[in-house]
């Protein structure tokens, strides 16, 4: 229930707008690493010297304006050049309706054409995200187009989804971040219940690791991380062929672990004004994540669910008394 109500206010159009405008709230700053370039710099290079590298995004999704997508290409833009001149190591992950999928197909595929070619320069990898069903197989087209170019682009496999064995056989070749998926999808193509998206979560990482490029395990689920553990040792399967993910702020103790165990670490750097969706759904996954929040806001762990509604509520009503 808490997961759909969460879900829910991750679409909300006015929260999302009151959100950009008054600044990282609600307990958002414990998992988006800052709102511009200088601060996710600076935690990028917290994270290398634990030994850990950085998938960066700036925040954005579901951009129906093209001033937007086109600001949300420069800021990405400018992130590529910071990256570069820090010499932290780092490389993007973006979502294609913040370039405007949703707006035209082609304008979207210049946008990022222009992203890939700048961090084809410094030969830096560009991870395409994935996000709902809808806009799946545009994605897909979309990065297909620009392997026909580029090498240094690779995408997320769901594990939720019925055609994702497909998916990963077609793409094998590539570098592939997998998921269990993080929205809500209809049973007409996506397994519902945990113990499916699970299984088959595991046989696609397994399967990437015996004949993919490179695979990205993108998880917080120490069962899955576990059995991999195991499974590359069994398989002989060597560290330069893999990495574990998290997101940023999440399970630190385990990622500062995992990559003192000497495996391969990622964690996903998520910055901007546009945290809103991003953080609802962070919370609809895992609504235990609330106490992560309040813990920051009032330093108890009581009233979770009554502050985080409060909090959203404020600024709905905020967002709406701007409109009138
Ligand atoms: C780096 C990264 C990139 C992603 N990119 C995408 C994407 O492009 N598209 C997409 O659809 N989804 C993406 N996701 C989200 C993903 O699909 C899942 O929704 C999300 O990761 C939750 O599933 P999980 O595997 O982490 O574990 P869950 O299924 O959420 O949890 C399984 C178990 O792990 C343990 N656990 C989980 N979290 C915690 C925690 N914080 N503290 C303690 N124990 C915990 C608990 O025992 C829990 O029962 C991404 C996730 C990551 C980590």
Redesign the pocket.
Known sequence: MLKDVFMALSKNQLLTTAAKKYGLKLGAQTVVAGTNVEQTIKSIRELNALGISA?VDNLGEFVFEREEAIKAKNSILEVIEAIHENEVDAHI?L?PTQLGLDIDYDFCYENLKEIVAAASKYDMHI?L????YGHLQPSFDLMDALLKEYSNVGT?I??YFFRAQDDIENYKHLRL?I?????KEPAEYAYQT?QD??AN?IKLIEYHLLNGKFT?I???????INHVKKFVEENQISKDKYEF???YG??KDMQVSLAKEGYNF???VPFGDDWYGYFM?RLA??P??LN?VFKQLFNKRTNTTIGVFAGALALSRLASKKKK
């Open positions: 998938t992950s979502k991870n995200d994935m996000e709902d997320v769901q594990a971040r998921v269990k998926g993080a929205y945990t998206i699970d979560f990205s993108a998880t917080h689920d120490h069962n899955v993910q998290m997101l999440f399970r990622c964690t996903y759904r996954e895992r235990q994540n992560l």
